[in-house]
């Protein structure tokens, strides 16, 4: 029998396979035209799609499931909050992140075949790789969803449209599952025990392991930079002080990557001639950086599986710069991370603190992950006095 994180878990792995299923029949024509349900110019069939279906799909489970994504707001959030101290089960998801290479990947394609038939094409994974950077299982476009329960980030279900595979996050650890094709996917069929089954245990890099010279490799990293309309993303790293600017292109692995499967850079997926040290949350909203939480609550070390392999730390500077009117890294007076009112020690995220936002998805955030054993970025983040985040346990 499932235990509730798991049922909650399960819940999540449908919906986005469920999403995937009905991105992979829809044809391209349909994908990349434009939909006027959230009255947004730029809203794709390609976002809307898997946005509706995992709604639908949360619904069903539950007629008053909380689903937080960048068109949702808060109000229907607010009669579940009655009392100060409830924190209720919700779920945030980023329904297409890398929408813009996806869109351009497809753009060229025969606009009457359907999206998986140019998925399944055996070049299709160079032919993404060579556009949007690799390993494309780590740089695919994706659909992601992640539980909150009391507080407490407890599972991550993200699906990699170009690759077709699974990646989960829950209490047992981190998996990976290659998907079967999408005609012959069966959402039933992909439970916990499948993906136990059949699946590989994801395991993030021992930097102690990676020879005289890993100091220097612990400094190199990924996170966000901006692009084309993309103002205020450098600024904000550069006033982090993380990186000196003169050596900022020196350890920048990737500057335009995506969000919610950011943190297999750190893991055995990368390849081991191009560590990463760390990856960074540079002032994103949270839908790109929430579905990280479980795999630094549950991730393990390649070296010991019984040894946790990430830290988190949240970054803030004296006077932080917005976008949108939002703070890009918060002070721990306006963070959505508080201390629990039960374990001194651990933190939650602060369902008030969501709540008093019109849309939630727009909170943001400077985060750094890094696996414990960088003994570079560490020693940084706490000779800052930057706070790093644990969450307690709970039955």
Not at 57 to 66: H, I, M
Not at 79 to 89: G, L
Not at 91 to 119: A, C, E, M, W
Not at 369 to 390: D, G, K, Q, Y
């Amino acid at each position: 029998m499932l235990n509730i994180e798991e049922v909650h878990c399960t819940v999540a792995i449908t919906a986005v396979l469920e999403a995937n299923l009905s991105l992979m029949h829809a044809t391209i024509e349909e994908s990349l035209q434009s939909t006027p349900r959230y009255g947004k110019t730029d809203t794709l069939g390609l976002d809307a799609i898997p946005e509706s279906i995992i709604a639908n799909s949360l619904r069903n489970f539950d007629p008053g499931a909380v689903l937080i994504t960048e068109e949702s707001d808060a109000s229907f959030l607010s009669y579940r909050f009655s009392f100060p101290t409830y924190h209720p089960t919700f779920y945030l998801s980023d329904p297409t992140d890398r929408s813009s290479q996806l869109r351009d990947f497809l753009f060229d394609h025969d606009p009457n075949k359907r999206v998986g038939d140019v998925i399944l094409d055996p070049d299709a994974r160079n032919q993404w790789e060579e556009k949007f950077g690799s390993p494309a299982s780590i740089s695919g476009a994706t659909s992601a969803i992640t539980c909150i329960r009391h507080g407490t980030p407890i599972s991550s279900a993200i699906v990699n449209f170009i690759t077709q595979e699974l990646f989960v996050a829950l209490r047992a650890g981190a998996f990976r599952l290659r998907l079967p094709p999408f005609e012959e996917l069966e959402s039933s069929q992909i439970t916990l025990n499948y993906i136990r089954t059949n699946g590989q245990p994801i395991f993030f890099r021992d930097l102690e392991r990676m020879g005289p010279r890993r100091i220097e490799r612990m400094r190199y990293f990924v996170t966000f930079l901006g692009g084309p309309g993309k103002v205020g993303y450098a600024e904000n790293f550069r006033d982090s002080g993380l990186i000196p600017p003169h050596d900022c292109q020196t350890h920048l692995r990737y500057k335009q990557p995506g969000g919610p499967t950011r943190p297999l850079y750190l893991s055995t997926m990368q390849p081991e001639d191009q560590p990463v040290g760390f990856i960074l949350a540079n002032g994103e909203k949270i839908g790109e950086w929430v579905h990280w939480l479980p795999f630094v609550r549950f991730g393990k070390t390649e070296s010991d599986p019984a040894r946790l392999g990430l830290s988190l730390y949240e970054i803030y500077q004296e006077r932080p710069w917005t976008k949108d009117g939002i703070l890009m890294s918060t002070p721990p007076p306006y963070s959505i991370f508080s201390k629990s009112t039960e374990h001194t020690k651990n933190f939650v995220i602060d369902v008030e603190k969501l709540r008093s936002f019109p849309n939630p998805s727009r909170i943001r955030s400077t985060l750094l992950v890094a696996p414990i054993s960088n003994t570079w970025a560490i020693p940084a983040m706490e000779r800052n006095l930057f706070r790093r985040i644990e969450f307690a346990d709970r039955p």
